[in-house]
């Protein structure tokens, strides 16, 4: 079955510590290996794609890394307005069709 | 600008009514799909739609329906045969669903009163 797991649930980070986030993922060929943020009441704002293990992608302070089974959003020297929820989503074929199946995310807290 | 606009923001339903939720995007895109969102839990798929005239079911479309008439619109009503319609509703398109890196409108969030 396919399956997406992020950790931790929740992080709490002091501004300037670093850290990664962590998605896991179970799926019949990987086609692409999304993340979004997503802050409260608002909609998923994509961040990056990473198709194939080894691959980087980097954004201001974010840095999206991709192996065969898990997929590491590290944080480098995070502000308070990097405090979201972060998701991510796998690309799988269901039934003739493409669709993304979402981890439950991980909820950001970084404090002055 | 170009984007997903999702209406109403905030939406009210009492029990055994049928309610429309909007999504518009004006992004050109083929593929426009409907999630659910609740506390925990990743987003789950409702229906999508790859072309006009066309809709597929999702992992959760029971009490759920969908029309796509116009490449823009995909409008989402949620009726009365949904259990528990209390939840975040989000909208979303892609180029086409080869390529489902998708973009996301602002939601709905629907509370049953």
């Known amino acids: 079955e396919d399956q997406v797991t992020q950790s931790p649930e929740a992080l709490r980070l002091q501004e300037g510590e670093s850290s990664s986030l962590n998605c896991s993922y179970t799926?019949?060929?990987?086609?692409?290996l999304f993340w979004y943020r997503q802050d409260p009441g608002k909609g998923p704002e994509f961040l990056f794609t990473l198709y194939s293990a080894g691959e980087e992608k980097e954004k201001e302070r974010l840095k999206a890394t991709l192996t065969k089974k898990e997929s590491f959003l590290h944080i480098t020297a995070p502000k308070p307005e990097d405090s979201a929820t972060y998701l991510c989503?796998?690309?799988?074929?269901?039934?003739?069709?493409?669709?993304?199946?979402f981890g439950a995310g991980t909820r950001l807290a970084v404090h002055p | 600008d170009g984007g997903i606009t999702q209406s109403p923001k905030y939406l009210f339903r009492k029990e055994g009514q049928n309610v429309t939720l909007s999504c518009e995007q004006n992004l050109n895109h083929d593929a426009m799909y409907w999630y659910r969102q609740d506390p925990g839990q990743g987003l789950r798929l409702i229906y999508y739609?790859?072309?006009?005239?066309?809709?597929q079911k999702g992992d959760i479309a029971e009490g759920y329906s969908v029309s796509r008439e116009k490449k823009e619109s995909f409008p989402l009503t949620v009726t009365s045969a949904q259990k528990n319609p209390t939840a975040f509703y989000l909208c979303?398109?892609?180029?086409?669903?080869?390529?489902?890196?998708?973009?996301f409108g602002q939601g709905t969030r629907l509370t049953v009163v």
């Open positions: 979303a398109s892609s180029i086409d669903n080869r390529n489902t890196e998708a973009f």
């Open positions: 989503a796998v690309q799988a074929v269901s039934g003739g069709y493409n669709k993304l199946i």
């Open positions: 739609s790859q072309i006009v005239n066309d809709f």
């Open positions: 799926v019949s060929g990987l086609r692409g």
